[in-house]
C-alpha cells in the first residue's frame, strides 16, 4: 500500500486497525504471554479473586449473586490480561470503533431482521408464563442466564469464522502464521459481537418503552403472582419490567445471531462491511512484508508465530 512511508507507519496502521499480531515483535510478546506457566498463574489469580468477590457478594447480599460475581470478576482479570499483556486492546477498540463509525450500515441489516424478531418477541412480551418466568428469576440467575446467552451466540460467531476468513485469506499469495489468522478472527468476532450488542440494547430500550405505555401494576402483579415494585416513582416502571425486557432481549440477540450466520442474505449483509476489511489488511500485510525485507537485517518475511 503506497501510504506506508516506513515501516513504522505501516505499524501504527496495523495498530489503528485492531490488527496487531501483524507486527512480528508483537506476536512474540504475545506469545510470551501465553506461556503455560503464565497462563496458570493468572487462572489461579483469577479463580481466587472470582471466589473472594463471589463470597464476600454472597454473605453481604444474596446467595444467588455470590456465584454470577465470582465468574463476572474471573472474567474482568481474564479479559484484563487479554487487553493489556495479549495486546488485545487494539483489536477491542477498532472493533467499537468500526461499528460506531457505521451506525449508517446496520439500518439495512436492523430493517431486513428486525421486524419478523419484534413480532416473534413480542408475542412472547406480552406472555403471561414469560413474565412469570423472568420477573421471578433473581438477579443473580437472570445475570448468569444472560452470561449464557452470550456464550452461545459467541459460540455460532466462532463456528463461522473459518468459512468467513477462508475467502477472504486462503490465497496463493496469503500465508498467515497462527497467531495473524487469530487476530482476523479476534477483529471479525468482536466487530460483530458489538453489532449484535447494539441491536439487543436498542431492542432492550424498545420493550422498557413499549411495556411502560402497556403493562399498568395491575396487569402485572396478576401475571407474576406479587406487587410490582416501580422504579424512579415512575408507576408502570417496575422492576419485573426491567428484568422480563433484559431477559428478552438477550434471547434476541442470540436469535439475531444465530438468524445472521445461518442464513445467506442475513450473512451477507452481517459480514460483507468487516470482510472488506480485512481484505484490504491482507494487501497492507504484503506492502508491510516488503518494507521489511528491505531493511537490513531483518530476516525475509516474517512468518513467526
Do not use: C
Request: no cysteine; glycine share 8%; proline share 5%.
Amino acid at each position: 500500500m503506497s501510504e506506508f512511508a516506513d515501516r513504522t507507519s505501516a505499524e501504527t496502521w496495523f495498530g489503528r486497525h485492531g490488527l496487531p499480531y501483524f507486527v512480528p515483535e508483537t506476536r512474540h510478546a504475545v506469545h510470551a504471554g501465553l506461556r503455560p506457566a503464565r497462563l496458570v498463574l493468572v487462572a489461579l489469580g483469577a479463580v481466587a479473586l472470582g471466589a473472594i468477590v463471589g463470597g464476600t457478594v454472597a454473605l453481604a447480599s444474596r446467595v444467588s449473586w455470590g456465584v454470577p460475581s465470582a465468574m463476572t470478576t474471573a472474567g474482568a482479570v481474564a479479559a484484563l490480561y487479554a487487553l493489556t499483556t495479549l495486546r488485545a486492546g487494539p483489536i477491542a477498540g477498532w472493533g467499537i470503533r468500526h461499528t460506531l463509525g457505521s451506525l449508517g450500515l446496520l439500518v439495512p441489516l436492523a430493517t431486513r431482521a428486525l421486524p419478523l424478531l419484534l413480532l416473534f418477541v413480542t408475542f412472547l412480551f406480552i406472555n403471561a408464563e414469560v413474565w412469570e418466568l423472568a420477573a421471578r428469576l433473581e438477579g443473580g440467575v437472570l445475570w448468569l442466564v444472560v452470561l449464557l446467552f452470550t456464550a452461545i451466540a459467541a459460540g455460532f460467531l466462532l463456528g463461522r469464522m473459518p468459512e468467513e476468513l477462508a475467502a477472504t485469506s486462503e490465497s496463493g499469495e496469503h500465508r498467515l502464521t497462527p497467531f495473524e489468522r487469530a487476530n482476523l478472527v479476534l477483529v471479525l468476532l468482536v466487530a460483530q459481537a458489538v453489532q449484535v450488542l447494539l441491536l439487543a440494547l436498542a431492542l432492550l430500550a424498545f420493550f422498557l418503552v413499549f411495556g411502560a405505555m402497556v403493562m399498568d401494576r395491575g396487569l402485572v402483579e396478576s401475571w407474576t403472582g406479587a406487587p410490582p415494585q416501580s422504579l424512579l416513582g415512575i408507576p408502570n416502571l417496575t422492576w419485573e419490567l426491567v428484568q422480563v425486557s433484559i431477559f428478552l432481549a438477550a434471547f434476541s440477540g442470540l436469535h439475531f445471531t444465530v438468524t445472521a450466520v445461518t442464513d445467506d442474505l442475513y450473512r451477507k449483509e452481517f459480514f460483507t462491511t468487516v470482510t472488506d476489511e480485512l481484505t484490504r489488511a491482507l494487501r497492507a500485510r504484503t506492502a508491510y512484508l516488503e518494507l521489511r525485507d528491505r531493511e537490513p537485517g531483518q530476516p525475509t518475511g516474517d512468518t513467526s508465530g
